[in-house]
């Protein structure tokens, strides 16, 4: 074996034996026996052998004793992440120092891990220890290294998981501001953020993140569009970070001719101080590690054996923390990086077939971390980017240029005016690659769908593995031939499927779907998202539970943009696909809000360009030739809390547009009071009906509609039971055909001479 490839199987049997442990810890003691019981007889073998083959015999012991030490370590954390654990379902209060950075989640809220010192009820605070993950709602001073109070409802996790409970704090304090080089580090990134967000957008939110790895000022739409494009892992501070810290230290100590001591010896510190000022994250954690056994190989004067280092510093890490061993950040930097150093030299050399040698080098780094990385993110995504390496391409020219100026920038706040020089001077290319991310997410077919699970990873890790070989080459023998024959068609037969796919969603989408329709249901699983098309024109009713899928509707359909988008409420699987129509709404319509999730949702829409208003029963417009009128809820309701029975109920009709009422998600008492007061009466083409076939229905309210077509928008095997038995009795007493997106997919409608068309996906 090679000498720099010897560690690999350490790092391997310890990482296999952290998930077995973390996964399933009543097996943690089964898997210490295992290791310390092999070790010693491969031992007691190793004595008797007397240095025949020791060299295979010791590896073997190396190997045992790292699945021993991983498995202890998982022991010994168990009782104390055990008894925290046991606080699922209840109101808890707990105090802790945070041990990461805070992220925004689509929840709104800011997203910390902390290491607990107590936790109880409300006014009993024990001592514990264990990691716990909190959500609070947006505050200052929750940095590195502060303890924090929060009160809140307690969830257990799932085993894997780094932290062994997550709290969602109704309540949270500082009780002891961060201090010392924390603190230090908090105000450089606070003023860092500062001065980023006076720039303009595009590329103002995502600089902080390029620099110092703090994504709250970056936008939910940017998100997505950078996970759509493969960049997100920019804004994820890792070795691509650390890697130019330390070559900017070595080189500007070798400026100042310092030896090979001082060189390491400086960006050692420098090293130690980039990981406290941007948060020691998990990749930062591996990164870190890996630079510092680096430069101790260079202080001793040793060549670096590169997959040797990434062994030694994965293992270290899995010794001190097994739970990162589940962590997809953690297992995609390590990819990454060994795809760097195994992989992509070889591609270069395969791709310096056709091209010169620098295009071959710089293709082959992003598009070896893409080959490595796509199969594990395929274990716990369900999409895949297929535009990540034409946008790596392009974004890595401005990411060194954004990382380094803006972490300048952040270190010169005290000097303003140097600070506000370098902050704009880093906004460029990080503009750049922020609308690099925005032009390559609109692409056809950006990403695809496919379900998170061993079965998706199996087909990328192919898919992967036959374009390594067709770029790579390889020997002239037979099985080589056929190997890369094999690799070939493989890589035809994607190709070709994928090519006809972007066309079907691209230029030829509309193609696909009749012409004519009016009303269509989008199949967006346990969710609600109606279109109403009219003369051109067009509104939507909610848009699902994620945008992904509201946004393969719209592209299958061939709409741009919306006219009139009605929010009946907003729950998640009616408003969480709101991001997949950032600055294509015109006017939006909505019920009452509630949370400041709800606020925030209509204030993106708002900076979007479009119009804003509350829904109140009869107001009035036009959609195209349709008209459309709310009948719900009524200006002066206040029986009802914002949410359900306060769902935006619409009609509309005329202009080819079939008679259609959407019901949103009322029960049936809000059923009873809707046909009260808004006098409705059918009889009518279409209803949408209510709560995707909830058992809680009014009869009456459908014996006065008296639909032709019932269209029930609910998920495949959902956990409600929906539609019930119940509603369907009562559409099938009053004559009504039922269209449902579960059994039938996409629904799409027309009235053509009086006659009620219906086309069905399936």
């Not at 020791?54 to 104390?80: D, E, W």
């Not at 890697?243 to 960006?267: D, E, K, M, N, Q």
């Not at 020691?280 to 670096?304: H, T, W």
């Not at 609308?435 to 992967?464: E, H, K, N, Y």
Request: net charge negative; glycine share 12%.
């Amino acid at each position: 074996m090679r000498r720099d490839l010897r560690l690999l199987p350490i790092a391997g049997a310890a990482w296999i034996a952290a998930l077995i442990c973390v996964f399933a810890p009543a097996t943690a003691v089964w898997c210490a026996l295992a290791g310390v019981g092999g070790a010693i007889v491969v031992c007691g073998i190793l004595l008797r052998r007397a240095g025949r083959e020791a060299t295979p015999a010791a590896l073997v012991v190396v190997v045992l004793a790292g699945i021993a030490a991983v498995s202890i370590t998982t022991i010994a954390a168990l009782p104390a992440r055990d008894g925290v654990a046991s606080w699922d379902g209840r109101v808890v209060e707990a105090t802790g120092e945070v041990t990461s950075s805070a992220s925004v989640g689509r929840d709104g809220r800011l997203w910390m891990e902390i290491q607990l010192v107590g936790i109880g009820s409300p006014g009993a605070v024990r001592a514990a220890s264990a990691p716990v993950r909190i959500g609070i709602d947006p505050g200052d001073g929750f940095d590195l290294g502060a303890r924090v109070r929060v009160i809140g409802e307690a969830a257990a996790t799932e085993p894997g998981e780094r932290a062994a409970l997550v709290v969602f704090a109704s309540a949270a304090s500082v009780e002891r501001p961060a201090s010392g080089i924390f603190a230090a580090a908090a105000e450089l990134r606070r003023v860092f953020i500062d001065r980023a967000r006076r720039l303009p957008e595009p590329g103002a939110g995502l600089l902080p993140g390029l620099a110092v790895g703090d994504t709250r000022a970056v936008s939910q739409e940017l998100t997505e569009q950078m996970k759509a494009s493969g960049l997100s892992h920019l804004t994820a501070v890792s070795g691509a970070n650390c890697a130019i810290v330390v070559g900017a230290l070595f080189w500007l100590t070798a400026l100042c001719s310092g030896g090979r001591r001082t060189r390491v010896v400086v960006a050692a510190l420098g090293l130690s101080g980039f990981i406290v000022l941007v948060t020691p994250e998990p990749s930062v954690i591996r990164a870190g590690v890996m630079a510092g056994v680096a430069m101790l190989a260079v202080l001793l004067g040793r060549p670096s054996a590169g997959a040797g280092m990434l062994a030694l510093s994965a293992t270290g890490i899995l010794l001190v923390d097994p739970w990162l061993a589940a962590s997809a950040g953690f297992a995609l930097s390590v990819a990454a990086s060994g795809a760097l150093i195994l992989l992509a030299p070889h591609l270069a050399r395969g791709m310096q077939r056709w091209l010169p040698g620098p295009l071959a080098l710089a293709i082959a780094v992003p598009l070896a971390a893409q080959l490595v990385c796509g199969p594990i993110i395929a274990l716990f995504a369900d999409q895949q980017s297929l535009v990540g390496l034409a946008a790596n391409l392009l974004a890595a020219p401005a990411a060194p240029l954004a990382t380094v100026i803006g972490m300048l920038a952040c270190l010169a706040a005290p000097i303003p005016p140097l600070a506000d020089l370098l902050a704009a001077s880093a906004w460029l290319p990080a503009a750049w690659i922020a609308a690099t991310a925005q032009v390559s997410a609109a692409v056809p077919l950006a990403q695809i769908a496919m379900p998170a699970g061993i079965l998706s990873a199996a087909v990328v890790g192919a898919v992967s593995a036959a374009i390594a070989v067709v770029l790579i080459g390889g020997t002239s023998s037979v099985g080589g031939r056929g190997l890369r024959a094999l690799a070939g068609m493989v890589v035809a037969v994607v190709v070709a499927v994928f090519g006809a796919r972007m066309l079907l969603d691209g230029p030829l989408a509309g193609s696909t779907s009749p012409d004519g329709w009016s009303i269509a249901a989008c199949d967006v699983g346990q969710g609600d998202a109606l279109l109403v098309r009219s003369a051109g024109e067009v509104a939507l009713i909610d848009t699902g539970p994620e945008p992904e899928s509201l946004a393969e509707c719209l592209r299958s359909l061939g709409i741009d943009r919306i006219d009139l988008l009605v929010l009946t409420h907003f729950d998640l699987d009616h408003a969480g696909g709101v991001e997949a129509l950032q600055g294509r709404v015109d006017e939006v319509v909505h019920g009452p809000t509630g949370e400041h999730g709800d606020e925030r949702t209509l204030d993106r829409l708002a900076d979007g360009g479009a119009t804003v208003t509350l829904a109140v029963a009869g107001m009035r417009g036009e959609v195209g030739g349709a008209e459309w009128k709310v009948l719900w809820p009524q200006r002066t309701v206040a029986a009802f809390p914002p949410g359900n029975d306060l769902s935006v109920v619409v009609e509309f009709g005329g202009g080819a547009v079939p008679r259609s009422v959407f019901l949103g998600d009322l029960s049936a008492e809000a059923q009873r009071m809707l046909l009260r007061t808004a006098h409705v009466r059918g009889a009518f083409d279409v209803v949408k009906v209510a709560h995707h076939g909830s058992a809680d229905q009014d009869a009456g309210l459908y014996e006065a509609l008296r639909p032709a077509a019932a269209l029930i928008s609910v998920g495949e095997g959902n956990d409600y039971g929906h539609p019930r038995t119940e509603i369907l009795a009562i559409l099938d007493a009053v004559g009504a055909h039922v269209l449902r997106t579960d059994l039938q997919g996409r629904l799409l409608l027309a009235e053509r001479e009086g006659e009620l068309q219906v086309w069905t996906e399936e």
